[in-house]
């Protein structure tokens, strides 16, 4: 099982910038993919981007041009740089990681962004 600790959440005017980290307690080469999903209140829980080990990565249509994931492999370490942001990116987001045929997820961090 793989331990996520996620961080950097917290509260921005809209237009403003945030940085997530996902922290993951074994090596990414382990890990065939890591996401980061959001969950807003009342709504389902939605990727928002993914890399995989090999470094290939996904956005969602709702953040492209704007946030942009990266990994630190000597960190063991998953980043979100969220750009632009705009009062409905707020929601929870979560750090998922896919590995030995297991998804993980993280307890989640509140970004919240005023307009």
């Known amino acids: 099982q793989v331990q996520l600790v996620e961080s950097g959440g917290g509260l921005v005017q809209a237009g403003g910038s945030l940085k997530l980290s996902c922290a993951a307690s074994?090596?990414?080469?382990?890990?065939?993919?890591m996401g980061w999903y959001r969950q807003a209140p009342g709504k389902q829980r939605e990727l928002v981007a993914s890399i995989t080990r090999t470094g290939n990565t996904n956005y969602a249509d709702f953040v492209k041009g704007r946030f942009t994931i990266s990994r630190d492999n000597i960190k063991n370490t998953v980043y979100l740089q969220m750009n632009s942001l705009k009062p409905e990116d707020t929601a929870v987001y979560y750090c998922?990681?896919?590995?030995?045929?297991?998804?993980?997820w993280g307890q989640g961090t509140q970004v919240t962004v005023s307009s």
């Open positions: 074994v090596s990414l080469f382990s890990i065939l993919e």
């Open positions: 998922k990681a896919i590995a030995f045929g297991i998804s993980n």
